[in-house]
């Protein structure tokens, strides 16, 4: 008569559930990650070695030039190096993508850059990769949750 019913299944409970980022490990999405930029780049360079003929410059400004895709390949690797630790915990998978492919749009920017062609298109794209990175980092809950220098941390800090 008082029976309790046994409780009701919530559809698409299991979409939201938190346990899909355990499918790939660390190390498989590291490894993703290396092959993903190895790969792009190298399909990059090779495409912009083989259809745009060699630039024709002053060799100053291609010490410039090149000095200055330098410093934006230091840039990728420094982001290469946030999301190579960030891969290393718990992340989403959809997450996990987000910041590969923006990595492989940067590197892959940086390594048509090196060609000295259609410089300001290369450029607009490497930022775009980090536009990217940028916003997937503000998507993930480690790196934009509450913390000290959120507002909601600090007015908690006041209350307390």
Request: charged residues 15%.
């Amino acid at each position: 008569m008082n029976q309790i019913s046994p409780p009701l299944e919530i559809p698409g409970a299991e979409a939201a559930a938190p346990s899909g980022y355990r499918r790939l490990t660390p190390f498989q999405l590291r490894l993703a990650l290396i092959l993903a930029v190895t790969l792009s780049a190298a399909l990059v360079l090779t495409l912009t070695l083989t259809l745009v003929p060699p630039t024709q410059r002053e060799p100053d400004l291609i010490r410039l030039l090149r000095g200055m895709v330098l410093i934006k390949g230091t840039i990728v690797l420094a982001a290469a190096a946030l999301v190579w630790w960030r891969l290393g915990r718990p992340l989403a998978p959809d997450l996990a993508a987000r910041y590969v492919a923006a990595l492989c749009v940067s590197a892959d920017a940086v390594t048509w850059l090196w060609g000295l062609h259609l410089i300001p298109l290369g450029s607009g794209v490497f930022y775009l990769g980090l536009l990217g990175l940028y916003l997937a980092g503000r998507r993930d809950p480690l790196l934009s949750g509450p913390g000290p220098f959120h507002s909601a941390g600090r007015i908690r800090e006041r209350q307390a």
